[in-house]
Nanobody, 124 residues
Framework: QVSLVESGGGLVQAGGSLRLSCAASGRTFGSFAMGWFRRVPGQEREFVAAINRYGAGGYQSDSVKGRFTISTDNAKNAMYLQMNSLKPEDTAVYYC?????????????????WGQGTQVTVSS
């Protein structure tokens, strides 16, 4: 079992930056793949970025590539999402997720554990 808690959301102006954090507990950190998703009210949860176990590579969606960076810190049992050049369309609730497999996936159904979400609002 893995417990996930997100933090770092908030209100920011377009062009600004935020860093989301996801604290994980319950299993040896790094032994599982993790990802970030987001959801706008009325829409399906959308893939943002994912990273393989032990931080061995990852990828982002086309909509955030070049602006968002996913990373992990094993010493702090944490995953991060650095978000730069934010746009109003990035406004959403952002979720941290983990899966028992060591390999990341962009599919929502591929993840076994979810955090409660953190709101990110980008004003124009």
């Amino acid at each position: 079992q893995v417990s996930l808690v997100e933090s770092g959301g908030g209100l920011v102006q377009a062009g600004g930056s935020l860093r989301l954090s996801c604290a994980a507990s319950g299993r040896t950190f790094g032994s599982f793949a993790m990802g970030w998703f987001r959801r706008v009210p009325g829409q399906e949860r959308e893939f943002v970025a994912a990273i393989n176990r032990y931080g061995a590579g990852g990828y982002q969606s086309d909509s955030v590539k070049g602006r968002f960076t996913i990373s992990t810190d094993n010493a702090k049992n944490a995953m991060y999402l650095q978000m730069n050049s934010l746009k109003p369309e990035d406004t959403a609730v952002y979720y941290c997720a983990a899966r028992d497999s060591g390999w990341a996936t962009f599919e929502v159904r591929g993840y076994d554990y979810w955090g409660q979400g953190t709101q990110v609002t980008v004003s124009s």
